[in-house]
């Protein structure tokens, strides 16, 4: 994004973890890539309650600690600050979005502020960011979450025209699953398919996904896997949900 002023050193709160478009560590595969087969969990038994049933108390206290609970998607946002060292361009984008001064803007102030530098986004990408980068559906955005949209947004359209070689504007299957190793995701060649028929704007016909739609496509495998994550510690490509947990983390990407 020429004219994009750059993130700036240590960017981020408390110790910042890499950032979001990193290629992974040195000898770490990207998530969800195929394990050895020695390294398989072994398979949960089939649950014998009705589907979405609460489990039943475990007997004399024991058994595995419960689940942690879900967020309320729908929880209000918390106000927040421009991180320290914030380029002034950004702030000033921010400020001219946010009228009414209250520190937050919403989903069509950040779609306008977004256009202010040749970023055009659908309405759902639009909450897809928001959701992404405040964890709630209630369609606002604060300073530090609207820094972290700007810089990763600057990121990812630079894997975007890395990967289209031939400045089509558009990406075809294998660049996209370039693209996304890049980014830490390894997806399979069903889940890739799928990928490129859902964001291909032709509907599948061209197997090629424009800028737009490859943002949209990001936030979709970057959401999905970090809630998987969030049950996966160990990062053994396997986790368990109980109902409730499963609706609330699909929802909010089918919903935005």
Same mark, same amino acid.
């Given at each position: 994004?020429?004219g994009?002023?750059?993130?700036?050193p240590?960017y981020?709160y408390g110790a910042?973890?890499?950032?979001?478009?990193?290629?992974p560590?040195?000898g770490?595969?990207?998530?969800?890539?195929p394990q050895?087969p020695?390294?398989?969990?072994a398979?949960d038994?089939?649950?014998?309650?009705?589907?979405g049933?609460?489990p039943?108390?475990a007997?004399?206290?024991?058994?595995?600690?419960?689940?942690?609970?879900?967020g309320?998607?729908?929880?209000?946002?918390?106000?927040?600050?421009?991180?320290p060292g914030?380029?002034?361009?950004?702030v000033?984008c @921010?400020?001219?979005a #946010?009228q /009414?001064g209250?520190?937050l $803007? !919403?989903?069509? %102030? *950040?779609?306008?502020a977004l256009?202010?530098?040749?970023?055009?986004?659908?309405?759902?990408t639009?909450?897809?960011?928001?959701?992404?980068f405040t964890n709630t559906?209630?369609?606002?955005i604060g300073?530090?979450?609207?820094?972290?949209?700007f810089?990763?947004?600057q990121?990812w359209?630079?894997? @975007?025209?890395?990967? #289209?070689? /031939?400045r089509s504007g558009? $990406? !075809?299957?294998? %660049? *996209?699953r370039?693209?996304?190793?890049s980014?830490?995701?390894?997806?399979?060649?069903?889940?890739?398919d799928?990928?490129?028929?859902?964001f291909?704007k032709?509907?599948?016909?061209?197997r090629?996904?424009?800028y737009?739609?490859?943002?949209?496509?990001?936030?979709?495998?970057?959401?999905l896997?970090?809630?998987?994550?969030?049950? /996966?510690?160990?990062?053994?490509?396997?986790a368990?949900?109980?109902?409730?947990?499963f609706?609330?983390?699909?929802?909010p990407?089918?919903?935005?």
């Amino acid at each position: 994004m020429a004219g994009h002023p750059n993130a700036p050193p240590n960017y981020g709160y408390g110790a910042p973890p890499p950032p979001y478009g990193a290629s992974p560590a040195y000898g770490q595969q990207p998530y969800g890539a195929p394990q050895h087969p020695a390294d398989k969990p072994a398979k949960d038994k089939p649950p014998k309650d009705p589907y979405g049933a609460a489990p039943p108390p475990a007997a004399g206290g024991g058994g595995y600690p419960p689940a942690p609970g879900y967020g309320n998607p729908f929880a209000a946002l918390m106000p927040s600050q421009f991180p320290p060292g914030t380029d002034p361009s950004v702030v000033a984008c @921010f400020q001219m979005a #946010d009228q /009414d001064g209250s520190g937050l $803007i !919403d989903d069509t %102030e *950040l779609q306008r502020a977004l256009s202010t530098y040749n970023q055009s986004f659908s309405m759902r990408t639009v909450h897809l960011l928001m959701y992404l980068f405040t964890n709630t559906n209630a369609r606002k955005i604060g300073p530090k979450e609207f820094t972290q949209v700007f810089y990763s947004l600057q990121n990812w359209r630079g894997i @975007f025209e890395r990967f #289209d070689r /031939d400045r089509s504007g558009k $990406i !075809d299957a294998n %660049e *996209l699953r370039e693209a996304l190793l890049s980014l830490g995701f390894s997806v399979s060649p069903v889940v890739l398919d799928l990928l490129v028929s859902k964001f291909d704007k032709s509907g599948g016909k061209n197997r090629a996904i424009e800028y737009d739609n490859f943002i949209e496509c990001c936030l979709t495998v970057k959401g999905l896997t970090e809630k998987f994550k969030e049950r /996966d510690p160990m990062y053994s490509g396997s986790a368990t949900f109980n109902y409730e947990g499963f609706m609330l983390t699909v929802l909010p990407f089918l919903i935005a």
